[in-house]
């Protein structure tokens, strides 16, 4: 049972920066597909980055060019740098390996 929780999330300005972290413990996470997700209050969950086990990512248009996700196997850690960030990007941030296991999520809002 691989077990994810997330960090780095805060409050900072508008075109400020953050670098979210995910630890995954209970073994096997280096073998999955990892992602992140974002939930905003009364809007769906969304994906917004995903790297797989092979280091290939992907994006979301919203974040393109302003996020990077990345990770490191030997520490079992996903991370999400997040710059320029926009007042849009306030929300939760989740972790999610596998498809099927989540963490409970980070706070990250973006205010002057």
């Known amino acids: 049972q691989v077990q994810l929780v997330e960090s780095g999330g805060g409050l900072v300005q508008p075109g400020g920066s953050l670098r979210l972290s995910c630890a995954a413990s209970?073994?096997?996470?280096?073998?999955?597909?990892m992602a992140w997700f974002r939930q905003a209050p009364g809007k769906q969950r969304e994906l917004v980055a995903r790297i797989s086990s092979g280091g290939t990512t992907n994006y979301a248009d919203f974040v393109k060019g302003r996020f990077a996700i990345s990770r490191d196997n030997g520490k079992n850690t996903v991370y999400l740098q997040m710059n320029s960030l926009k007042p849009e990007d306030t929300a939760v941030y989740y972790c999610?390996?596998?498809?099927?296991?989540w963490g409970r999520g980070t706070q990250v809002t973006v205010s002057s």
């Open positions: 209970g073994g096997g996470s280096s073998t999955y597909t």
């Open positions: 999610q390996a596998g498809l099927t296991h």
